[in-house]
């Protein structure tokens, strides 16, 4: 079965600020990885997403995210933060992507 | 305007009573999907659909039934709502091309309250 971990339910950082939202999975072949964005009371959009090759995926709003088999990771990362980037992060895995699985969420708090 | 709507945004029921939540999209993608979000659970997938006629179930489709006769249309119904189905919905929709997996296009939500 597939399954996705994100281990910090709430982390808060000041702006400029780097950040890192760590996500593990469970899957039993090649992962179809997703990093997708909540902003209060919208729907989801999609950061970026890994299917195969390079390893370092860039994303929209200057976010990257490092997909690590060994680890079965997929840590998202942004370099210094905004304040629009406060919302809520969920990480997903699939077969393709009508299966998804997504983590419980991450809610990023930025702080002045 | 082009794009995923859902209706009603808001809606409160009683347990017992049917409830439909309609989400429509403008775009002819093929396949749409229906979420409930809850805390502590992120999404989970009650039902998808990958073209008109042909719908499966999810994670979660126990008290939920759908239908798509439109492409455009991906209407969930629960038949007989229950206190457990207080969530907040959301439909999505993306499309076919194998370029295109991943990327699903999320509606607003329908934020529903079973009393």
């Known amino acids: 079965a597939q399954s996705v971990t994100q281990p910090d339910i709430h982390i808060t950082v000041s702006e400029g600020a780097s950040l890192e939202l760590r996500c593990n999975y469970s899957?039993?072949?090649?992962?179809?990885l997703f990093w997708y964005v909540q902003s209060p009371g919208q729907g989801l959009q999609l950061l970026l997403k890994y299917f195969s090759g390079d390893t370092l995926v860039q994303g929209i709003k200057g976010f990257e995210a490092e997909f690590k088999r060994s680890q079965s990771s997929f840590n998202l990362r942004k370099p210094s933060v905004h304040w629009s980037d406060a919302a809520e992060y969920f990480c997903a895995v699939g077969p393709g992507d009508y299966k998804l699985s997504f983590g419980a969420g991450t809610t990023v708090t930025v702080r002045a | 305007d082009a794009g995923i709507t859902q209706s009603p945004r808001y809606k409160i029921t009683e347990t017992g009573r049917q409830v439909t939540l309609m989400c429509h999209q403008t775009w002819s993608h093929s396949y749409m999907f229906w979420y409930r979000q809850d805390l502590g659970h992120g999404l989970r997938l009650i039902y998808y659909?990958?073209?008109?006629?042909?719908?499966d179930k999810g994670e979660v489709p126990d008290g939920y039934v759908v239908s798509r006769s439109k492409t455009e249309n991906f209407p969930l119904t629960l038949e007989s709502a229950t206190r457990s189905q207080t969530s907040v919905y959301f439909c999505a929709s993306r499309r076919s091309p194998e370029s295109a997996k991943g990327e699903q296009f999320f509606g607003p939500g329908t934020r529903l309250t079973v009393l």
């Open positions: 899957y039993g072949a090649t992962p179809y």
């Open positions: 659909s990958a073209a008109a006629d042909i719908t």
